[in-house]
């Protein structure tokens, strides 16, 4: 089986256009299985049944682990044994009916309006010498409603200013285009006066040193300025996508805009900011009605 894994991770690497990350999630997934198996004597993929899907997945219980993770690791056990049998490894495929565990959908914490304009003036006048590039950064992820990923691999000749575009690559590269607010534009031209010029020069974010700005650096600088001002139990860079949805469907956007706007497949998808806004309303209402 192991072997097997490894074939499958090289042919969603090149042919399928999953990001680097998604890849590495499939593999951790894949090995946590195989490791498994391997625990109970099941090394070819031939002798795994629905039983032993099943004994994972009361193992993965009894890790505590959360059932949307849960979901994840058997929908990336599911594609792996759909990419088996079509490539005749088994005969039959015995997995693809194995439901997911009911998972009660987490409302997406964001941040209040007024907060945010705090935020950016806070990261502004900071003393960080990166101050110009990281409030740029968080401009274009909540402008623009961007992934972390989309953001750090911006290239120069993606930003259309005389158009108010950005050209984003998203999930399986696929390319949209996003409109481009002034501020953002403001932002990012005086991002631009002081934009590094030694290195990497294709890319949009360079750090002071010429450096291409990447993920892991983006989480540091934003989970730093977000636990001074806000009390939010997640401080990652996605709640700014998450607070750019909610903002636009609750100043009366249109929501198959907005999922054109975030990128997603599926307009389900970005039904979870109705429910968003419908929380938010409620939360006025008690606050506000007398006959609440």
Do not use: W
């Amino acid at each position: 089986m192991k072997n097997i894994i490894r074939l499958y991770l090289k042919e969603i690497e090149s042919t399928k256009g999953y990001s680097p990350l998604t890849i590495k999630a499939y593999g951790e997934d894949l090995n946590q299985f195989y490791s498994f198996c391997e625990s109970l004597s099941k090394i070819e993929i031939s002798s795994v049944n629905e039983r032993t899907i099943k004994l994972y997945l009361v193992h993965l219980n009894e890790l505590k682990l959360e059932k949307s993770s849960i979901s994840r690791k058997l929908s990336s056990i599911r594609r792996f044994f759909s990419y088996a049998f079509k490539k005749e490894f088994i005969s039959k495929n015995l997995i693809a009916y194995t439901k997911n565990p009911k998972v009660k959908r987490k409302l997406p914490e964001v941040i209040p309006e007024d907060l945010y304009t705090v935020l950016i003036k806070s990261i502004y006048n900071s003393e960080d010498k990166n101050n110009i590039l990281q409030t740029a950064v968080i401009e274009v992820l909540y402008g623009c409603s961007l992934r972390v990923s989309e953001a750090c691999n911006l290239l120069l000749k993606d930003i259309d200013f005389s158009a108010s575009i950005i050209r984003v690559l998203g999930k399986g590269n696929k390319t949209r285009i996003v409109p481009l607010g002034e501020l953002s534009k403001i932002i990012i031209l005086k991002y631009f006066k002081v934009r590094a010029k030694d290195k990497n020069q294709n890319y949009l974010f360079l750090k002071s040193d010429g450096s291409r700005v990447l993920s892991n650096y983006v989480y540091r600088f934003v989970r730093k300025y977000l636990s001074a001002i806000t009390d939010l139990k997640k401080k990652s860079p996605h709640i700014f996508r998450h607070s750019s949805a909610t903002h636009m469907l609750n100043h009366g956007a249109d929501l198959t805009a907005i999922k054109e706007i975030l990128g997603h497949s599926n307009l389900s998808t970005t039904q979870i900011y109705t429910q968003v806004s419908i929380e938010r309303l409620k939360s006025v209402y008690k606050q506000a009605h007398p006959k609440s």
